[in-house]
């Protein structure tokens, strides 16, 4: 199984960027997705969850309002739409797959699969 990200780079202040995940290896279409986010020298933050059908999501208190999480199960794929982006949104960021149906878990460790991260950072 084999999650991959793609989209990242550096962006301004107040800009966007979209990062996208790509799984393959086997379907997520009845589980949840996530992203996370480390910055260095921090510890792993929650950014973001969908539930398997794209109906419910959640996200954390620093990008409410600002990142939208969607899912194309046809693709197998979840995406991350950034926008209003601060200098503190700089981090890694990582995708996540769960393999258990009906949840939509918030912690990193209910995740089952992870991408390998993709560096994203915004300049002041």
């Known amino acids: 199984v084999q999650l991959v990200e793609s989209g990242g780079g550096l962006v301004q202040h107040g800009g966007s960027l979209s990062l996208s995940c790509a799984a393959s290896g086997r379907t997520f279409s009845r589980s949840a997705m996530g992203w996370f986010r480390q910055a260095s020298g921090k510890e792993r933050e929650f950014v973001a969850t969908?539930?398997?059908?794209?109906?419910?999501?959640y996200y954390g208190d620093s990008v409410k309002g600002r990142f939208t999480i969607s899912r194309d199960n046809a693709k197998n794929t979840v995406y991350l739409q950034m926008t209003s982006l601060k200098p503190e949104d700089t981090a890694v960021y990582f995708c996540?797959?769960?393999?258990?149906?009906?949840?939509?878990?918030?912690?990193?460790?209910?995740?089952?699969?992870w991408g390998q991260g993709i560096q994203v950072t915004v300049s002041s």
């Open positions: 969908i539930n398997w059908s794209g109906t419910g999501s």
């Open positions: 996540a797959a769960d393999v258990q149906e009906w949840r939509t878990p918030v912690r990193g460790d209910e995740y089952w699969y």
